[in-house]
Structures are given as structure tokens and as C-alpha cells.
């Protein structure tokens, strides 16, 4: 299954907006990109995802690259409450069962 | 209604002991996961169920892990003769087929 690479960690301050990247330079033609996200002591949880054009939602935006090879994750505000760990993983678009790589993810801590 | 549910919450165990943790899934999900987490790390998938049938076991690290989902709802993952190496979050998940994993809190499994 294709991978994805992102930092290990990112600081962002309060209020302030957050750019998440993530690369999947081996996306395939047929892979949704999705982000999940992990608060501590919790399961991951859906966040948003995309195919090609940048999607928003009540949680977050997604800016796909042209070439599809990388995406960012964007909060627009960050709050206490999105200090977690981003997951950035490649499902393909039709569905069924697929066995996802979830990867280490991106460690966000949010500063006061 | 209720999100996916996962008893118990914690569990201690000996070594050698055998174990049996519990996945109650979202009403008419029809994909049902397995994941094991380390500390640190990313969920790992373990097994996939579509209704009863086990599609995917391919990441049971041994024999000595056993999933079951006999009615097509609630599932248990069972380990037999556990060892320290086993300790970790096991995360269940359910989608409707094909649709974004919906995750539980998790079991912390601890092995002593």
C-alpha cells in the first residue's frame, strides 16, 4: 500500500492557524487522501479527506497539491482542543476493504 | 446512536495469562478492524471482519492471537498466554463498508 511521510511533530500557538503537511509521493490514481486525528487516551478519529480539489469542513481545511503527491491539513484557529496526534493516510477510492498504514503521524502541541 | 464501545477499558494481565477484550461495533457496520498500538506509535492493523467472515488476518503477530466475530456484531479479540511484549492499546473499528473507520477509546492492555 502507498506510504506517507510527515514530521513527527509540530507547535503551533493558540488562535493561530496550523499548516500540517504530508507527502505521498507514490499516491496512486484511485487513492482518497484522508486525516484522522488522535486526542490522548482516545481512538483516532475522522477528520476530513479528499480526492483532488481542496475540501473544507466544520473541522478542518485540505489542500491537495496539484500532483497529488503531498496535502496539507489546515485548522484554521488552533485551540487547546486540537492538540493531538494527525494521522495522514491513503484509501483507495473505491472503497471495500483495504488494509490502511497509519504511520507515526504528526504530534501537535498547541501553546497558550 | 452509540459510537463503538470497548470493554474492558484496561486490563492487567500475567504473563501467561489468557485474555479476552471486547469490540461492541456501531449498528449495521458492516467492516469491523482490529488494531494493536504501541506507545508512541501509530495503530497497526491486526485482522478485518466483513460481518462474520474474517477477511484479513494477516496482521496477527502469532498464534497466539484469536479474533472472532460470530454474528456479524460483536467481536472479541482474544490472546492466549500473553506476554510483556503484548502491552499496548488495542483499537477496534467499524465502517459501513467501504466507508471511513469509525474507532473505539481502546483496551490498555497491560502485561506484567
Known amino acids: 500500500d502507498a506510504k506517507t511521510t510527515q514530521p513527527n511533530s509540530m507547535e503551533s500557538n493558540e488562535e493561530e492557524p496550523v499548516h500540517l503537511p504530508c507527502n505521498h509521493s507514490t499516491i496512486s490514481g484511485t487513492d482518497y487522501i484522508h486525516w484522522y486525528r488522535q486526542l490522548p487516551s482516545q481512538g483516532p478519529e475522522y477528520v476530513i479527506h479528499?480526492?483532488?480539489s481542496n475540501v473544507n469542513n466544520r473541522m478542518a481545511s485540505l489542500a491537495i497539491a496539484e500532483d497529488r503527491k503531498s496535502s496539507t491539513l489546515i485548522l484554521h484557529r488552533a485551540t487547546l482542543r486540537d492538540a493531538a496526534v494527525y494521522y495522514c493516510i491513503l484509501r483507495d477510492v473505491y472503497g471495500g476493504y483495504q488494509k490502511v498504514t497509519f504511520g507515526i503521524g504528526t504530534k501537535l502541541q498547541v501553546i497558550p | 446512536g452509540a459510537g463503538v464501545s470497548q470493554s474492558p477499558r484496561y486490563k492487567v494481565a500475567k504473563r501467561g495469562q489468557d485474555v479476552a477484550l471486547r469490540c461492541d461495533p456501531i449498528?449495521?457496520?458492516?467492516?469491523l478492524f482490529w488494531y494493536q498500538q504501541a506507545l508512541g506509535q501509530g495503530p497497526e492493523f491486526l485482522t478485518y471482519f466483513q460481518n462474520e467472515a474474517q477477511l484479513d488476518k494477516s496482521g496477527l503477530p502469532s498464534d497466539r492471537f484469536f479474533a472472532e466475530r460470530p454474528e456479524g456484531s460483536v467481536s472479541t479479540l482474544k490472546i492466549q498466554r500473553t506476554q510483556q511484549e503484548d502491552s499496548a492499546v488495542y483499537l477496534c473499528a467499524s465502517s459501513l463498508s467501504g466507508g471511513n473507520e469509525y474507532f473505539g477509546p481502546g483496551t490498555r492492555l497491560t502485561v506484567t
Open positions: 479528499g480526492l483532488t
Open positions: 449498528s449495521g457496520h458492516v467492516s
